[in-house]
């Protein structure tokens, strides 16, 4: 798999994830969504192992990086299977923009990278601002709204802090491994957490989209998705794969628009606009400045 491919698929799957999170969680209980989702890709992802003869590990080295993984294939996800009831899919990929950010704190205190420049804190600024705009926004944000924001922003917290943990790791395990070991291990966490949060649906009352949406995200979002993510993890720093956040707001946005009449209001679009700016000051500032200084020197 080469690096580009995966960082397409990686592309793809976050854009359309954030809909399908909505869509899957419409007639079916959220966290009952969550699990049949993780059951089905782990199921597959197993036999693809199998087949494929990929070794799945449980040495100590190997399920620690899968408790590291856990962090974001049960915590965020949960935490967004759960926002997602309240918020729109656009606002939840607008608010998953601010994880480079997350990661480079966590990078700079848990892996020793480079310390925040000035500009980098000029960014996360920006980034702010931005979102307590979309925050301020009442065309996106209504009843619990606010509590499914913080969700999404514990989401963001789990998912950065499980790609960090997962960087620092020294062991090399195979994505797909990681991917399949991640999902068997949150699937239990899964089944207890729909015991406690969910209020029962009968079968008769899930909606053919909501089906659809979970086997999509089970086959795309939970495996080439989870599997892309953590091969350019092991390829690139968590910051530069967290770059993707760049790009799918915007497409997640008009997706929302566009199949699910998701309103944009013109707070939500001078958010996101300050998010996406404040990411592209956080990775590019420090050079165009140095630049700037080059040439007036």
Request: glycine residues 8%.
């Amino acid at each position: 798999m080469s690096i580009p491919a995966a960082y397409a698929a990686v592309v793809i799957v976050w854009s359309t994830t954030p809909l399908g999170v909505v869509w899957s969680s419409e007639s079916v209980p959220p966290v009952m969504a969550a699990l049949l989702r993780m059951s089905i890709a782990a199921v597959v992802g197993f036999i693809i192992l199998k087949w494929r003869r990929i070794p799945l590990p449980w040495n100590k080295q190997a399920v620690h990086i899968y408790g590291c993984s856990v962090l974001g294939v049960f915590g965020a996800m949960l935490c967004t299977y759960l926002a997602a009831k309240s918020i729109s899919s656009g606002l939840i990929s607008v608010i998953f923009g601010l994880s480079p950010l997350v990661s480079g704190l966590l990078a700079q205190r848990i892996l020793g990278d480079k310390t925040f420049t000035k500009m980098r804190w000029v960014a996360t600024f920006v980034a702010l601002i931005g979102l307590l705009i979309v925050c301020a926004n009442d065309l996106s944000i209504e009843g619990k709204g606010y509590s499914g924001i913080a969700l999404i922003l514990t989401a963001v917290l789990l998912f950065s802090t499980s790609g960090v943990l997962v960087k620092r790791s020294s062991a090399n395990l195979h994505p797909f491994a990681t991917t399949v070991g991640a999902l068997l291990l949150s699937i239990p966490l899964y089944m207890v957490s729909m015991l406690v949060l969910d209020t029962p649906v009968a079968i008769s009352e899930w909606g053919a989209r909501s089906l659809a949406s979970i086997v999509y995200l089970a086959l795309f979002g939970s495996l080439v998705g989870f599997v892309s993510y953590f091969y350019v993890l092991q390829k690139l720093s968590p910051s530069t794969v967290a770059l993707v956040t760049l790009i799918t707001p915007v497409f997640a946005i008009i997706l929302g628009a566009l199949l699910n009449n998701e309103a944009i209001g013109l707070s939500l679009m001078i958010g996101a606009s300050c998010i996406v700016s404040g990411l592209m000051i956080y990775h590019w500032g420090d050079l165009i400045l140095s630049r700037v200084s080059a040439n007036r020197i």
